[in-house]
């Protein structure tokens, strides 16, 4: 299989041997290359793009954190894609694709009683919707610190009181309080693109 850059010069090859014989072609070549480059530009910056098609919406919708909250009380989401599949179509995916990246992730990171999934989840939209590795650390870390200051930790285990026997953290709630943070976060990262 080819990538886009090897594609590229394949083309060009094709194209370039053609207008040694074909002087008209060249700016046919010209307009190819131009769109090629063009092309590459938005590629780099997909999930940019896409969460500003989405901005509009985004600032004008209502709150998803009922919705991503009855996810997690159906049964059928683990608290990261309660979370992930809720927001997913910001990051530019769908939520089955969505759910897909988070099946792992439940009960604090797959059963390990690790990071709060809900937290995981939020992660994953603010990865794609910042497109930049320090943006997408600064975000997250802002968001646990969040986190962590009203629910006390940001550790499934001591949030289900696993251990103690006191939990401090319903699942629902913590799934509500990420949602809440996260679009805190997209909300940030918008303006932050202006």
Request: charged letters at 20%; hydrophobic letters at 40%; proline letters at 2%.
């Amino acid at each position: 299989m080819f990538t886009s850059n090897s594609r590229i010069l394949r083309c060009f090859f094709v194209l370039f041997g053609a207008f040694c014989f074909h002087p008209q072609l060249c700016s046919s070549l010209h307009a190819f290359v131009f769109k090629q480059k063009s092309l590459e530009q938005n590629s780099k910056n997909h999930s940019q793009l896409i969460f500003a098609s989405y901005l509009h919406k985004y600032t004008t919708m209502e709150s998803r954190i009922k919705l991503a909250r009855e996810r997690k009380a159906s049964g059928k989401f683990n608290c990261a894609q309660s979370v992930a599949c809720t927001y997913a179509d910001l990051a530019g995916i769908t939520p089955e694709t969505a759910g897909a990246m988070t099946n792992a992730f439940g009960a604090g990171m797959g059963n390990n009683e690790g990071t709060c999934g809900s937290i995981v989840g939020a992660g994953m939209i603010i990865g794609m919707v910042a497109g930049d590795r320090v943006k997408a650390m600064k975000a997250m870390r802002g968001l646990m610190e969040r986190f962590a200051e009203r629910n006390g930790s940001t550790t499934c285990r001591h949030l289900k009181g696993i251990g103690t026997g006191v939990p401090t953290r319903a699942c629902n709630d913590c799934v509500s309080d990420a949602s809440e943070f996260l679009e805190d976060t997209l909300l940030t990262l918008s303006r932050e693109e202006k």
